[in-house]
């Protein structure tokens, strides 16, 4: 059973870095595609960055881009949302998640870390 276990989350302040990290245990593959996303209290899940795994393709939300990388290491066991200039806007509990091969919707996510960006 293959599990995505967040990490690198945080208290920062506006204009601060943070990288999330994101570690698939068990038994991993070549996913499809993976991505990120984040939720605050009382609103839909929102996306925030993707990418296949091939690596050639990655879309952003519009409130992220430019300040937002999403990566992935060789090994297929990680993957990283690198978060730059972060604004008190960016707070919410983020959660990975991947494709697994031949599916179209993320079937496979994380647990959350939260992130906290004040003033």
């Known amino acids: 059973q293959v599990r995505l276990v967040e990490s690198g989350g945080g208290s920062v302040q506006a204009g601060d870095s943070l990288r999330l990290s994101c570690s698939a245990s068990?038994?991993?593959?070549?996913?499809?595609?993976v991505g990120w996303f984040r939720q605050v209290p009382e609103k839909e899940r929102e996306f925030v960055a993707s990418m296949v795994w091939t690596g050639a393709t990655a879309r952003y939300a519009d409130s992220v881009l430019g300040r937002f990388t999403i990566s992935r290491d060789k090994s297929g066991n990680m993957f990283y949302l690198q978060m730059n200039s972060l604004k008190p806007d960016d707070s919410a509990v983020y959660y990975c998640a991947v494709k697994s091969p031949g599916r179209n919707e993320y079937d496979l996510w994380g647990q959350g870390t939260e992130v906290t960006v004040s003033p």
């Open positions: 068990g038994r991993t593959v070549s996913w499809r595609a």
